[in-house]
Each structure stands twice: as C-alpha cells, then as structure tokens.
C-alpha cells in the first residue's frame, strides 16, 4: 500500500500472509536476507517468536507479514481501505 499520504510512519507497507507460523519466519528471513545482500538493514524487527504477524521496519518500507488467520481478524488493509495498492499472487 502507498502511505505516503496517509501516514507519517512510512511511505509503504508491504502486507503478506502464510498458511503456518513456520512459514512466516520463513518468509521473514528470506526478506531479510535478500534486503540484506542489497545493503538494507532492518531497524526494528518484532513478532518473531509468536510468528503471527512479524512487523518488519526498513524506515520507508514497513513489512507486514501474517499467518492467515491473524491477517484476517486484524484487516489492516481495511484501515486504509483508500490507500492506492497493487496487489501480487504467485
């Protein structure tokens, strides 16, 4: 979602799920690997013991990443429900 007009937070957040909270640590290394090999560090990580939902923050960028039940109780989306977004599926 593009924030910039919405939030001072951050300009994006970037929100996905998973099916396990074996697979959103996954998820969360990965990202943070490859962020990693392209000189980014995260300021700030929470979340990752429970792996329900992982707040990831890059400064500009904050990462959302949900196990799919805890996604759709909390529908961050829809508190920004007029933020323009893309949405991606693989």
Do not use: C
Request: overall charge negative; glycine content about 6%.
């Amino acid at each position: 979602m593009e924030m910039g007009a919405k939030s001072s937070i951050a300009g994006h957040f970037i929100v996905m799920s998973a099916p396990s909270s074996v697979r959103v640590k996954s998820i969360v290394e990965h990202i943070e690997s490859e962020l990693e090999k392209a000189g980014l560090r995260v300021f700030h990580k929470e979340g990752v013991k429970e792996a329900l939902w992982v707040l990831m923050d890059y400064g500009e960028i904050i990462v959302h990443v949900f196990y799919h039940q805890t996604r759709a109780f909390y529908s961050l989306e829809s508190l920004w429900g007029d933020a323009p977004r893309r949405n991606y599926h693989p």
